[in-house]
C-alpha cells in the first residue's frame, strides 16, 4: 500500500461547481497536511496547511482532515476557470530524523467556462 | 528576481552530455531541496541541503550530483543520464526549522535522447 494515495483524475467540471478533492494516507506518524497548487509549466505552490482534524477555510477553499479515517480533503466553492490546475497534496513526517514530505500523485482539475 | 528561479527552464541533452542545473532563492531561507517530477508519480525528493550540508540522498544514482555552495545558490550536475531521468527537476526552499513550508522553482524539464 502506498503511503500517500490521490486519484490523479483527471476531473472536470462546468464553471461555479464544487469541486472535491481527496486523498488518503496509510501512515499514522504524519503530522502536518498541506495542499499544493502547480499550474501548467509552473511549480507547485503552497495553498493550504493544515496540522489537526476538521476544517480550514481560506476564502472559496477549504481544507479537511480527518486523522481518523486518515483522509484529508481540498473543496473548492464556485469553481473558476483560473483554479484549472493540478492539486498535489503533502504530508509531513519525522523520518530519520528529519522531517520530510511525501507527496500524492497529483489530480490534474479543469474548470470550463 | 523574487521567490525560487531555476535555469535553464529547458534542457535537451544526450546520454554523453555533462550539464548543470541552477537554483536560486531570494526568501532568505536556509534549507534547499531537490525533487525529480515524472508523469503520474508523485514528486521523488533527491536531495536536502541545511546550511549548505548535504542532509539527505535518497538514493539518487551517482550521474547526478549536487552542490551548494551557499545557502542561496543549489545545483544539480548531470553526466551520462539515461532517457528514464527524462522529467521536470525541482528544485525548493525553506527555513531549516520549517521543512513543512517549501517554496517551488518553476522547474526545468529535461529531455535526455
Known amino acids: 500500500q502506498k503511503e500517500v494515495e490521490q486519484d490523479p483524475g483527471p476531473l472536470s467540471v462546468p464553471e461555479g461547481a464544487i469541486v472535491s478533492l481527496n486523498c488518503t494516507y496509510s501512515n499514522s506518524a504524519f503530522q502536518y497536511f498541506m495542499w499544493y497548487r502547480q499550474y501548467s509549466r509552473k511549480g507547485p505552490e503552497l495553498l493550504m496547511y493544515t496540522y489537526s482534524s476538521g476544517n480550514k477555510e481560506d476564502g472559496r477553499f477549504t481544507a479537511q482532515v480527518d486523522k481518523s479515517s486518515k483522509y484529508i480533503s481540498l473543496f473548492i466553492r464556485d469553481s473558476q476557470p483560473s483554479d484549472s490546475a493540478t492539486y498535489l497534496c503533502a504530508m509531513s513526517v519525522r523520518r530519520g530524523g528529519s522531517e520530510k514530505l511525501v507527496f500524492g500523485k497529483g489530480t490534474k482539475l479543469t474548470v470550463n467556462p | 528576481e523574487t521567490g525560487v528561479t531555476q535555469t535553464p527552464r529547458h534542457l535537451v541533452m544526450g546520454m554523453t552530455n555533462k550539464k548543470s542545473l541552477k537554483c536560486e532563492q531570494h526568501?532568505?531561507?536556509?534549507?534547499m531541496y531537490w525533487y525529480k517530477q515524472s508523469a503520474k508519480k508523485p514528486l521523488e525528493l533527491m536531495f536536502v541541503y541545511n546550511f549548505k550540508e548535504q542532509t539527505e540522498n535518497n538514493s539518487v544514482p551517482s550521474r547526478f550530483s549536487p552542490e551548494c555552495p551557499n545557502s542561496s545558490h543549489l545545483f544539480l550536475h548531470l553526466h551520462t543520464l539515461q532517457p528514464e531521468d527524462s522529467a521536470l527537476y525541482l528544485c525548493?526552499?525553506?527555513?531549516?526549522?520549517?521543512?513543512?513550508?517549501?517554496?517551488f522553482g518553476p522547474g526545468t524539464r529535461l529531455t535526455v535522447l
Open positions: 525548493a526552499s525553506s527555513q531549516v526549522s520549517r521543512p513543512d513550508t517549501q517554496y
Open positions: 526568501l532568505g531561507h536556509n534549507a
